[in-house]
């Protein structure tokens, strides 16, 4: 690359020949919706997956998927609340392949419930997965990136927090926490070599907004899309595009950025 030398970044190297190649990648939620779409796509550009989910049985499912599409992965059947399997989990990733290079937060759950009915248990298992769950698995793998000078970090967030979501006060505030701690960790590691960006998706056609449809707390697809000023909803493979961007070397000069892909919605 022909940058002007006050544009170097000293010591600040991609991992591998073209700065993907074998990269060691963790994908929380990699066995469904954008998380598995994510997987393909970062497998595809030569990553080695790690998937980390709830799901064991899915796990294992996507890491074969991906194998046979001719990448290299594993599967992990982790709960991101568990700050002690997802240690384990790492420490196997970093035995098997290496450092970890690339982290993409994927893991989530989500609730309608109207305010005043949200429970103290909804409340914190909400908390649990999407905010302290993204907390346990940065500062798991964050050690590996500061040694190497070198790390790629994207978290999935969510439209709702920029919008303010009724019946999802919980969901919102998990959100838009995990906005805040990309950004705060951005700057903190900004001379590290190590991006920390956010994807906040929004109307993103996937098994969790089709559980919502069936409840009926989303409208129909054909609904949504008319709300969509590009006219139709997105799929887990857009989300995928921004995030395999995000997670190149060519983005080394961004970083604590909030990308919204969400077909031109106005937050
Ligand atoms: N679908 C949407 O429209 C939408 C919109 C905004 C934000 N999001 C966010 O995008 C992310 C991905 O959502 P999706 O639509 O692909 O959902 P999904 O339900 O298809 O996938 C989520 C995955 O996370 C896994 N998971 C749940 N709890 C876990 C835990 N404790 N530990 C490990 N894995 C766990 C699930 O097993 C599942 O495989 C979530 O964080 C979600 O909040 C989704």
């Known amino acids: 690359m022909n940058r002007p030398a006050h544009t170097a970044a000293p010591d600040k190297v991609p991992p591998g020949d073209n700065g993907s190649a074998g990269r060691v990648t963790i994908v929380t939620g990699g066995a469904s919706g954008m998380g598995l779409s994510v997987c393909h796509r970062l497998a595809a550009s030569g990553d080695r997956v790690a998937v980390f989910d709830l799901d064991g049985v899915a796990a294992e499912r ?99 927090a920029q919008r303010g979501s009724p019946k999802m006060v919980h969901y919102t505030a998990s959100k838009g926490a995990v906005i805040a701690m990309t950004k705060a960790l951005a700057r903190e590691y900004a001379q590290s070599g190590i991006t920390v960006n956010t994807i906040p998706p929004s109307g993103i056609d996937t098994p969790m907004s089709r559980v ?56």
């Open 62 to 160: 996507a890491a074969d998927e991906l194998r046979s599409a001719g990448g290299t992965a594993m599967a992990f059947e982790v709960d991101v609340t568990d700050r002690g399997l997802i240690d384990e989990a790492v420490g196997k990733v970093r035995a098997a392949w290496g450092p970890v290079q690339v982290l993409v937060t994927s893991a989530g759950v989500f609730a309608f419930e109207p305010f005043t009915e949200i429970s103290t248990d909804s409340w914190q298992r909400i908390l649990d997965v999407n905010l302290n769950g993204t907390f346990h698995c940065i500062q798991s793998v964050i050690q590996d990136m500061i040694e190497s000078g070198w790390g790629r970090i994207v978290t999935i967030s969510s439209s709702s």
């Open 212 to 267: 919502s449809q069936a409840a009926g707390h989303l409208p129909d697809n054909a609904t949504m899309a008319r709300a969509i000023p590009v006219g139709y909803l997105g799929s887990g493979e857009d989300i995928a595009a921004a995030c395999v961007f995000l997670c190149s070397e060519e983005a080394r000069f961004i970083t604590g950025q909030v990308l919204g892909v969400n077909g031109g919605a106005v937050i």
